[in-house]
């Protein structure tokens, strides 16, 4: 880790993670972000050359099945969650890609 | 206590029913009738179906009438906590994003309890996506500890120790990332075992931190934790990370057998932790009681330092929070919850529903997560993280060459005041003895292990094992449990 400080940048995380944040509480995330950076910064007290990375926590090697397709719901009941249908079969979504047409 | 049924262990409860002294409608309404006393106080619960659940207790009365029940624990209620899919009932993670949800399948561990004729009963409050260590950050509710009324029960599952130690249910399903079983365990009183990483399936529980998270009982014995991790654990084909664990004996029936002492059980511990900042009086005290104990019971003590207990948060904080972001970046408002009205187009979709939906803990997690993920600091913190993990894992396989289990306080202080712990780091550090156990992927268990002097709370004592040492942890936890000075821990509500 090098040693200069990292100054967290709220507007264009936030804007990564797709997540709105109120004016009034852009500068409180600004600062705790900050501590909690801070922090995990002592990491860098550690020697972690030719040390490997952790990929997963039982260390297990590729797991196989069978690529055999299943489909335990109908469509009514993957529906059943949306926030918005169109015509009672399929998801509504505001338009994704630019040009004519309506949302 | 109110009945003879409220603060019965699971296997009293089944030994009740064998018996025909009681009946699974007796039980329920019993709990019911509780429920409706403390309920006020505790606020344990964010959702309960009373007339479902009278349903299937009377549909479990006619089975073991008939000679049909489908284990001796038929019709015994088990609250859930508010992560877990149950067909048909509402699942929101205590957050508003995922209101309304319906759940439209069991999670493996519903699917596996249901098979015993355990009866999943009401939604607990929780951290709204686990995220938290006092139940503070629910966007429905705030939850007391029964102990202390203005005080924390601890979380993330909160809703469920609070409902175990109020005598609101016999047991409780909740889930551990990095405490969240055996911290709100250790500040009600009562046991909560994290289980190895690959013993019990996450098929169907909302995921937070995906190579952390582990579905884990909360109890009011020893015994009880080991009934419900026979009945959860298992290979389960809808989760490639499962384990298969080969063995003779069931967990009930190791603890069981576990009655006598601990001769020829190695047990390490580290009395460097007594000169930890930040550790209260009472637990340090505690831990060397329970050190003691150990020893009287025929156990050997062996000191082991483990360097890495204060790296281990940091590293614990970089890698939860990155697998979150990626995780929760499906609660986005297009196919399930909530949707705000008010969008231009699909971005601002995206972010309104996520801005308004989502708590400010969950919000600062994604961001450090998105953060810590972000071009050009990838290496310097997630994978920096990653290898300090490693460390960590490959410190704990040399401890357990030295000792068959490994002590320490599950927490640094007993349970906290609502509202008193504000600043993020400071709340992080209620899980110092416990995230880098998720980190390890090994097994851990809380068992309450005195009450403070001064103000009467629990105090648990954290036994660890290696991945898949569960018989030894749960071992020397029955025996602890046998012998300790205070022999329930039962609040005054």
């Known amino acids: 880790m090098n040693k200069q400080k990292k100054t967290i940048d709220v507007d264009y995380i936030a804007g990564l993670a797709k997540l709105e944040i109120d004016e009034s509480k852009k500068s409180r995330f600004q600062e705790e972000m900050q501590n909690i950076v801070d922090y995990v910064d002592l990491l860098s007290e550690l020697n972690v050359e030719n040390i490997i990375p952790t990929a997963h926590a039982a260390q297990m090697k590729n797991v196989w099945r069978e690529d055999v397709s299943e489909n335990d719901f109908s469509r009514e009941v993957m529906l059943k969650n949306a926030p918005e249908l169109f015509d009672e079969g399929t998801i509504k979504v505001p338009q994704v890609l630019p040009g004519e047409g309506t949302a | 206590m109110s009945s003879n049924i409220t603060y019965k262990s699971l296997t009293q409860l089944a030994d009740l029913l064998e018996n025909k002294e009681t009946t699974s409608e007796e039980i329920c309404s019993e709990y019911f009738d509780r429920i409706e006393k403390v309920e006020p106080q505790i606020n344990a619960f964010i959702k309960l179906d009373t007339e479902d659940i009278t349903k299937k207790a009377e549909e479990s009365d006619s089975r073991r009438k008939a000679g049909r029940q489908l284990s001796r624990y038929d019709g015994i209620p088990i609250s859930i906590k508010d992560i877990y899919n149950v067909k048909g009932q509402s699942c929101n993670c205590a957050s508003k ?95 909560g075992l994290k289980p190895s990483y690959g013993k019990v399936s996450r098929y169907g529980i909302v995921a937070f931190a995906s190579s952390l998270d582990q579905a884990g009982p909360l109890s009011r014995n020893v015994l009880d934790s080991a009934v419900l991790l026979d009945t959860i654990s298992g290979l389960d084909k809808m989760d490639t990370t499962t384990v298969r664990d080969k063995r003779d004996d069931s967990h009930e029936s190791i603890v069981r057998k576990s009655n006598e002492n601990l001769d020829g059980f190695k047990i390490g511990v580290c009395h460097k932790y007594l000169e930890m900042d930040g550790l209260s009086e009472s637990i340090k005290e505690n831990y060397m009681y329970s050190i003691e104990q150990m020893r009287e019971l025929g156990a050997e003590i062996i000191d082991i330092s483990f360097p890495y207990t204060k790296y281990a948060i ?104 609502i509202g008193e712990v504000s600043s993020p780091v400071e709340m992080y550090m209620a899980d110092v003895f416990t995230n880098f156990v998720n980190l390890a992927g090994i097994c851990g268990i809380n068992i309450p292990s005195g009450l403070t002097k001064d103000d009467n709370l629990p105090v648990g004592l954290q036994i660890l094992g290696p991945h898949l040492g569960e018989d030894k942890i749960l071992k020397a936890a029955k025996v602890f449990e046998d012998n300790r000075e205070i022999k329930e821990f039962i609040p005054d509500l």
């Open chain 2, 97 to 191: 994003i995922l209101a309304p949800y319906t759940a439209i399948y069991d999670a493996t561990v519903i699917k596996k309890i249901k098979e015993k004729g355990f009866i999943p009963f009401g939604r607990n409050n929780m951290d709204e996506f686990a995220m938290g260590s006092s139940c503070e950050n629910s966007s429905y509710q705030t939850t007391s500890n029964p102990w202390d009324l203005r005080r924390v029960p601890g979380g993330s599952s909160g809703g469920s120790a609070a409902a175990v130690s109020a005598g609101e249910v016999p047991a409780s399903l909740g889930t551990d990332t990095g405490g969240s079983v055996r911290q709100p365990a250790a500040f009600c009183g009562i046991v």
């Open chain 2, 314 to 417: 940091a590293a614990y904080y970089i890698i939860a929070t990155a697998e979150a972001s990626a995780n929760l970046a499906r609660f986005d408002g297009i196919r399930y919850g909530s949707r705000i009205k008010d969008y231009k187009d699909l971005n601002e979709l995206y972010l309104k529903t996520r801005g308004r939906k989502l708590g400010d803990e969950v919000k600062r997690r994604i961001l450090l997560g998105t953060f810590v993920l972000s071009s050009g600091y990838y290496d310097a913190y997630y994978l920096r993280a990653q290898k300090v993990r490693t460390l960590i894992s490959d410190s704990f396989r040399e401890t357990f060459q030295k000792c068959d289990v490994f002590l320490s306080p599950t927490t640094p202080t007993p349970a906290f005041k």
